[in-house]
C-alpha cells in the first residue's frame, strides 16, 4: 500500500514540474515575441524620423540597422505621398515581426509631417 501511495505522488508531482516547464517556456515565447514587435517598431520610428527630416529619403529604402541585439529592415511600397512602410525585424533568438504602416506625408517641409492611415501588426 505504501508503494502505491508513494509511486501516485511521484506521478502527481513529476506531472506538475511538467506544467510549470511548459508555462516557463510559453512565457519566455511571449517575451521574445514582445521583444520582435518592439524592435519592428523601432524600425518604423527610424523611418519615420528620416522621412520626416528629407521625404526623399524614401527612395533609399529598404536599410537594416542593428537594434538590441537584433536587427530590423525597413522597406517601402509606393510613393509619395502615400507609400506603405514595412519593417520586419528578427531577434537573437530567431523571433520575427512585421510592422506595415499606410502613411501619407505632406508636401510641405522639411519638417514633413506624416499621419498614419493605417497599421498592421504581423499580418
Same mark, same amino acid.
Given at each position: 500500500?505504501?508503494?502505491?501511495v508513494?509511486?501516485?505522488? +511521484?506521478a502527481?508531482? !513529476?506531472? !506538475?514540474? &511538467? !506544467?510549470? *516547464?511548459e508555462?516557463? &517556456?510559453?512565457m519566455?515565447?511571449h517575451?521574445?515575441?514582445a521583444?520582435?514587435l518592439?524592435?519592428?517598431?523601432?524600425g /518604423? %520610428?527610424?523611418?519615420?524620423?528620416? #522621412?520626416?527630416?528629407?521625404s526623399?529619403?524614401?527612395?533609399?529604402?529598404?536599410? *537594416? =540597422?542593428?537594434? %538590441?541585439?537584433?536587427?530590423?529592415?525597413?522597406?517601402?511600397?509606393?510613393?509619395?505621398?502615400d507609400?506603405? #512602410?514595412?519593417?520586419? +525585424? *528578427?531577434? /537573437?533568438q530567431?523571433?520575427?515581426? =512585421?510592422?506595415?504602416? =499606410? #502613411?501619407?506625408?505632406a508636401? +510641405?517641409?522639411?519638417?514633413?509631417?506624416?499621419? #498614419?492611415? +493605417?497599421?498592421?501588426?504581423?499580418e
Amino acid at each position: 500500500m505504501v508503494v502505491f501511495v508513494v509511486a501516485l505522488l +511521484s506521478a502527481l508531482v !513529476m506531472g !506538475m514540474l &511538467q !506544467m510549470n *516547464t511548459e508555462e516557463i &517556456q510559453l512565457m519566455q515565447n511571449h517575451i521574445y515575441a514582445a521583444e520582435a514587435l518592439a524592435i519592428a517598431e523601432a524600425g /518604423l %520610428n527610424d523611418a519615420f524620423a528620416q #522621412i520626416g527630416e528629407d521625404s526623399s529619403c524614401i527612395d533609399d529604402f529598404p536599410f *537594416t =540597422e542593428s537594434f %538590441n541585439g537584433g536587427s530590423y529592415t525597413v522597406s517601402a511600397e509606393g510613393s509619395l505621398p502615400d507609400p506603405n #512602410i514595412i519593417s520586419e +525585424s *528578427t531577434t /537573437l533568438q530567431g523571433f520575427v515581426a =512585421e510592422v506595415k504602416a =499606410e #502613411i501619407t506625408v505632406a508636401a +510641405s517641409g522639411p519638417l514633413y509631417v506624416i499621419r #498614419i492611415d +493605417s497599421l498592421r501588426i504581423n499580418e
